[in-house]
């Protein structure tokens, strides 16, 4: 299953640049493809990480930052992502499928990688859980977070998972983007992390 993921992944890319470089497609509508291409492969992956534990439905919900959040996919892309669960007593499960779905999507097999992931966007970083409850992130980018990781927001949005947690996602980041801010210094950090 891994490797006929692997597949279709490549023969979806295959098929995408050919229109491209044919001029079938401008490179705004071959960005929207590349992005939603993106987003029904992590559909698949969700699918068959479910499976593989019995799940009826995702426990995370899978936020897109950076080219995926903007729809702005390009080739050779990373997925730039945070995986967010309901609560922490939710977080031991959210934890494990996180790690199935990265094997899913991340690990190299003969036909190389779904896609190459970056969770780097979570508030620790490199290190820790890669899977964040709710109550965690929203106090993290209301009480800790600076500006560029608001920055980083802009674009980001649910693109697969868990629905409820994603709707719940979506009222965290209105709240942390429309707070109100000392204007010159939100320039100022902008201007810093350019």
């Given at each position: 299953?891994?490797?006929?993921?692997?597949?279709?992944?490549?023969?979806e890319?295959?098929?995408?640049?050919?229109?491209?470089?044919?001029?079938?497609?401008?490179?705004v509508?071959?960005q929207?493809?590349?992005?939603?291409?993106?987003?029904?492969?992590?559909?698949a992956?969700?699918?068959?990480?479910?499976?593989?534990?019995?799940?009826?439905?995702?426990?995370?919900?899978?936020?897109?930052?950076?080219?995926?959040?903007?729809?702005g996919?390009?080739p050779k892309?990373?997925?730039d992502?945070?995986?967010?669960?309901?609560?922490m007593?939710?977080?031991?499960?959210?934890?494990?499928?996180?790690?199935?779905?990265?094997?899913?999507?991340?690990?190299?097999?003969?036909?190389?990688?779904?896609?190459?992931?970056?969770?780097?966007?979570?508030?620790?970083?490199?290190?820790?859980?890669?899977?964040?409850?709710?109550?965690?992130y929203?106090?993290?980018?209301?009480?800790?977070?600076?500006?560029?990781?608001?920055?980083a927001?802009?674009?980001?949005?649910?693109?697969?998972?868990?629905t409820?947690?994603?709707?719940?996602?979506?009222?965290?980041?209105?709240?942390?983007?429309?707070?109100?801010?000392?204007?010159?210094q939100?320039?100022?950090?902008?201007a810093?992390?350019?």
């Amino acid at each position: 299953r891994l490797e006929n993921l692997r597949r279709l992944a490549n023969e979806e890319l295959y098929l995408r640049f050919s229109h491209f470089f044919e001029s079938q497609l401008g490179p705004v509508a071959f960005q929207q493809q590349l992005t939603g291409l993106a987003e029904s492969l992590l559909q698949a992956a969700i699918r068959v990480a479910c499976e593989e534990m019995g799940l009826a439905e995702s426990p995370i919900a899978v936020i897109g930052f950076g080219k995926l959040g903007a729809q702005g996919m390009m080739p050779k892309s990373d997925l730039d992502l945070v995986y967010l669960c309901d609560t922490m007593q939710s977080h031991a499960l959210a934890s494990k499928f996180a790690s199935r779905l990265n094997t899913v999507i991340n690990t190299p097999m003969r036909e190389g990688r779904v896609y190459e992931l970056d969770t780097r966007l979570r508030p620790s970083g490199q290190s820790g859980s890669v899977t964040i409850s709710l109550t965690s992130y929203e106090q993290h980018q209301h009480e800790r977070a600076f500006s560029w990781s608001h920055l980083a927001m802009v674009p980001a949005r649910f693109v697969a998972g868990n629905t409820e947690v994603g709707i719940k996602f979506a009222e965290i980041k209105r709240s942390v983007l429309s707070r109100p801010r000392n204007i010159r210094q939100f320039k100022n950090d902008c201007a810093k992390n350019v």
